[in-house]
């Protein structure tokens, strides 16, 4: 995956773009561990497939929309590459008090 940036290209992996979008994806205290996270990336385009375990009582369709648009907006600025489609899957309740 190449973005260009200035005079020359930036050149991301596609095993460092999912690490970033993990990072990015677990930026919530309302999940619970980490985010699972599968990426499709084509040049400077890319999918991403989020599987998120989500503490209960939080509200999941907000949860769900606010992951997709930080990966959407972030991705972008930190690797160059645009993240044209995010598929949200909630994998999980966990209950506040429940341990992982």
């Given amino acids: ?25 677990a930026a919530d205290d309302r999940l619970a561990g980490t985010p699972r996270v599968a990426a499709s990336v084509s040049g400077a385009v890319a999918a991403v497939r989020l599987g998120l375990a989500v503490r209960y009582p939080a509200p999941l369709l907000q949860v769900a929309a606010e992951a997709r648009e930080r990966l959407m907006s972030r991705m972008g600025d930190l690797t160059g590459i645009t993240v044209e489609n995010v598929d949200v899957d909630i994998v999980r309740l966990v209950r506040i008090e429940e341990r992982l």
């Avoid at 005079?7 to 990072?23: D, P, Y």
Wanted: hydrophobic content about 50%; cysteine-free; proline content about 0%.
């Fill in 1 to 25: 995956m190449t973005a260009m940036a200035g005079h020359g290209a930036t050149t991301v992996s596609e095993r460092a773009f999912v690490k970033i979008a993990t990072e990015v994806a």
